[in-house]
């Protein structure tokens, strides 16, 4: 007899598979299947694409490398340091890494592009000639992302036994103590939170796109949207989808759980000293290039409140369909990533570290090889073709993109769980069903909510993949704004950017409030 | 004769609520003291307190003959109190090696002893807590009894006058536990420290030292 926890496995097991690995594994297999073998190899040794990954390479090992050099930094400093209204700076902080980036970007641009403000007041186009260059991008990657350092940081910190530096306190001053034993053991958290930036800059296709650079994500999206030459695209995205597979891999094998923001143990606080003033000065000067200075420029592009109600009223129905698709996407998967999520909780050493290798991989995956993967699966004839043509595409895609990330949230939540608990329920006669509902659920709501405004934020923000995949009149409102940047007045773009912005940031903070005030503080 | 330690009405509170007050106690060289008293009476906090790791509300702290912590300031900051401190959960760092701790603690602690003497020191460390062939072991490839040998040769290579123990045999099974005493007591008859030594249990208060301090509930 199958049981229900069986059932529910294999549904959850399928969807994961439906979206995010089956349409990947076809997309690999497709000049095997057309007897283009050659494209495999031209994918990794022919002199564009080497050029195409060298470029690709330094710009996300550049932001990977800003992002760890501003987030690390923070990161220990919001664990230990006396800092006042904690909650609020470490929100503020990280906001960054929920708004879209092409709102960043686009933000950049108002500033210091060919007609920003800077351009403008000084009259010399040096700085525009820096942003639209490897530079620029790096930069604007580079405070996206730094709040991923930053959280993994502060969660390492705060997980470090504090009499492991009070032994060493007991024979050495605080600064060699820094060094030898609280490094080192953030090191495995700073490491894999780097590389996990390196992977989501290289997966990146808004800012390249704007900032006019040329990296795998952007020819993918060229090769396959304007020329539309799939095989091209496939070749483009491998030498991506390896590098996604190792860097997931890197990740879970330096075993720092860098999602698992778990109970903080009792932490050696630092005095700062003569420090703290520049400490607080660093804090205000990220706050303010990370998200004062790109809504401020967003604002004054947009003009006036009038000119964001005129260009809500014309969007309306862009955003109360991408809210209701990113509503649908977060449940979903919030749905599959509490089965997935108990499962991966629950095995053993050596199957949780090959999961979340995958998982991490899948997540790190480009949106504009997904989008392409997406449509060689689902695009064909027959009840799937059935569903490529409506917004249900859109909802894949997200899914695609973002539950692997939900499970790992999910999956984390869950091994704070005592496996005890769920022991006594079921001597007590109660299945997995009545487990997992009155048991698991309760205790790890927190967790799901978590979960469900992670996806929920990411996936209203999402371009690379609902841009290939939205059918004919269903944009969503972020591919919307960005097919707007070519046509539209500068003022509109930036009213309907920061009305964007504005709806991920609200979420997001309550969510990270709530989760400060509950766990961390 | 200077007292090695001496806490004057010494006192801490916790959540409005005293935990102890005016304790006060002397330690002579080479003595060995036990601190027992129920769960919550602050015997750790104490231990803590005597380390520099924590802060009284009232009362002073001597170390050697020098204030090293009056009232809530810390005037000796712990790694200048010459102490050597055994954490209940031992506290070993887990990215080093035992021999690398003990290099660790030499070079902080003793930064005047050459390359040579200091190598030295740490093979008489391992020798004496009988390490030798698990220099280069980490702590999670050692055995309990092996890694709380680990944590007194950390807490002894300096050559600490004075030696705090919080409660360092509560994880060990019996047999275990009986050997440890015999290390610790070997280990005091060759290198001669003071100590102090946290235990609920009075039977193993009066196994490992000579005087007993007891702390009440507040």
Known sequence: ?521 | MTDLLRLESVGKARDRRFLFRDVTLHLAAADAIALVGPSGAGKTTLLRIVAGLDVPDSGNVWIDGQLATRGATILVPPHRRRLGFVFQDLALWPHMTVAESLEFVLASASAALSRTERDRTIDETLTLTRLERLRRRYPHQLSGGEQQRAAFARALVHRPTLLLLDEPFSSLDVDLREEMRKTLDDLRGTLGFAMVFVTHDGAEASAVANRTFRLTLA
């Open chain 1, 1 to 521: 007899m199958i049981s229900g926890r069986g059932v529910a496995f294999a549904a959850a097991a399928a969807t994961l598979v439906g979206v995010a690995v089956a349409p990947l594994v076809e997309l690999v297999a497709v000049p095997a299947s057309t007897g283009r073998w050659a494209d495999y190899q031209a994918a990794f040794l022919d002199g564009r694409q080497i050029r195409l990954l060298i470029n690709s390479a330094r710009i996300a090992g550049g932001a990977a490398l800003l992002a760890t050099a501003i987030g690390a930094p923070l990161g220990f400093l919001l664990a230990r340091a006396p800092i006042r209204a904690r909650s609020a700076v470490r929100l503020g902080l990280a906001v960054p890494v929920v708004i879209p980036t092409y709102a960043l970007a686009l933000a950049w641009v108002f500033v210091a592009g060919g007609a920003g403000v800077v351009t403008r007041g000084f009259g010399s186009d040096a700085l525009a000639r820096l942003t639209y260059s490897p530079i620029g991008v790096v930069v604007v990657l580079a405070l996206a992302l730094y709040p991923v350092s930053m959280l993994a940081t502060e969660a390492a910190a705060r997980r470090i036994e504090s009499r492991l530096e009070e032994a060493a306190l007991l024979v050495a001053p605080a600064t060699r103590v820094l060094a030898r034993i609280t490094v080192p053991l953030l090191w495995p958290s700073i490491a894999s939170s780097a590389l996990l930036t390196f992977v989501l800059a290289l997966s990146d296709y808004a800012v390249p796109n704007l900032l006019r650079q040329r990296v795998f994500t952007t020819e993918v999206f060229t090769a396959f949207a304007a020329l539309y030459d799939v095989s091209r695209a496939t070749a483009l995205a491998l030498p991506l989808l390896a590098a996604a597979a190792i860097g997931g891999y890197l990740v879970a094998s330096f075993g720092a759980s860098i999602l698992d923001t778990g109970r903080a143990s009792g932490v050696t606080g630092v005095r700062l000293g003569r420090l703290g003033p520049i400490a607080a000065a660093v804090i205000a000067l990220v706050i303010g290039a990370g998200v004062a200075l790109p809504l401020a420029s967003l604002a004054v592009e947009a003009g006036s409140v009038a000119a964001i109600r005129q260009g809500l009223d014309r969007s309306g129905a862009a955003v109360v369909e991408s809210l209701m698709l990113s509503s649908v996407a977060a449940t979903l998967s919030v749905a599959v990533s509490l089965v997935l999520g108990h499962r991966r909780a629950r095995a053993t050493r050596r199957m949780a570290r090959a999961v979340d290798a995958s998982l991490i991989a899948l997540f790190a995956m480009p949106g504009t090889i997904v989008g392409v993967a997406l449509i060689a699966f689902w695009n064909r004839p027959g009840w799937s073709g059935g569903v490529y043509g409506t917004s249900a595409m859109i909802v894949i895609a997200y899914m695609a993109r973002f539950l692997p990330a939900a499970i790992l949230v999910v999956g984390a939540g869950v091994r704070r769980v005592p496996r005890s608990t769920e022991e006594a329920a079921a001597l007590s006669g109660a299945g997995w069903m009545r487990t997992m509902w009155h048991i698991v659920v309760p205790q790890i709501r927190g967790t799901l909510a978590v979960g469900w405004v992670l996806v929920f934020v990411l996936a209203f923000g999402e371009v690379g993949a609902s841009i290939l995949v939205a059918p004919p009149g269903h944009a969503p409102y972020s591919i919307h704004v960005l097919t707007l940047i070519a046509n539209a007045p500068s003022a509109q773009v930036a009213a309907l950017a920061l009305v964007q912005t504005a709806v991920v940031v609200c979420p997001f903070a309550i969510a990270i409030a709530v989760r400060s005030f509950a766990r961390l503080d």
